[in-house]
């Protein structure tokens, strides 16, 4: 069983650039959520993935957006960085299964992207 | 109010002792509860999910579940040194396509 990954580990960016981060789900999951946590915080919901559509979405400004692929990995693109954004980036993969039959989105992070903006 | 509420600590056990680590949440609407364990520098890893009232077993580890006082909590059993690390609380709402983290409880375990 392959587990979640992330790439890149780490990333430096100045404010004002954009950003790409990616994540491969974990073999046989199909649902991918990205949390962004500060230090010393939880992860903070920005959105999940499924089917290849944002399937719900925490406070966070539109220049936060994402895709899913086919092959379930995802991507999350932030729009004109600004310092705020300097975080742990977490990718986490699930299986959606039936309404109303546990287990409900037990999600398992990757090691994360550890985001710097300059 | 924040919707999943943890003390952020740091809690203190002896090794050998029980650590209890305590969850409130808001929504009444939540219906998959999560600890997960994250030592610094790491990711979170999930180590129960409870969706029930009443206890659950696995190991040293026991999670608590009263979703009329909408509570929940985990108990560390026989704390090894290697437990340190922050405990999040999560919550998860109808539909599963949303999960609120709590802050964290930092947990240290004196050898």
């Known amino acids: 069983e392959t587990g979640v990954t992330q790439s890149p580990t780490h990333l430096i960016k100045t404010r004002g650039q954009q950003v790409t981060l990616r994540c491969s789900s974990q073999?046989?999951?199909?649902?991918v959520s990205w949390y962004q946590q500060a230090l010393g915080q939880g992860p903070q919901f920005i959105f999940q993935?499924?089917?290849?559509?944002?399937?719900g979405r925490g406070n966070f400004p539109p220049r936060f957006s994402g895709l899913q692929f086919p092959n379930y990995s995802s991507e999350l693109n932030v729009n004109a960085l600004e310092l705020d954004d300097s975080a742990l980036y977490l990718c986490?993969?699930?299986?959606?299964?039936?309404?109303?039959?546990?287990?409900?989105?037990?999600?398992?992070f990757g090691p994360g992207t550890r985001l710097t903006v300059l | 109010q924040k919707e999943v509420e943890q003390n952020s600590g740091p809690l203190s056990v002896p090794e050998g002792a029980i650590a209890s680590l305590n969850c409130t949440y808001s929504?009444?609407?939540?219906?998959?509860f999560f600890w997960y364990r994250q030592y610094s520098g790491k990711s979170p890893e999930l180590i129960m999910s409870i969706y029930s009232n009443g206890d659950k077993e696995d190991g040293r580890f026991t999670a608590q579940l009263n979703k009329a006082s909408q509570y929940v909590s985990l108990l560390i059993r026989d704390s090894q040194p290697s437990d340190s690390a922050t405990y999040l609380c999560a919550a998860g709402n109808t539909g599963g396509f949303k999960t609120i983290f709590g802050a964290g409880t930092r947990l240290f375990v004196k050898a």
């Open positions: 993935y499924y089917r290849e559509e944002e399937n």
């Open positions: 986490a993969s699930s299986l959606a299964g039936l309404a109303g039959v546990p287990p409900y989105n037990e999600q398992f």
């Open positions: 073999s046989g999951h199909n649902t």
């Open positions: 929504d009444r609407g939540s219906q998959s």
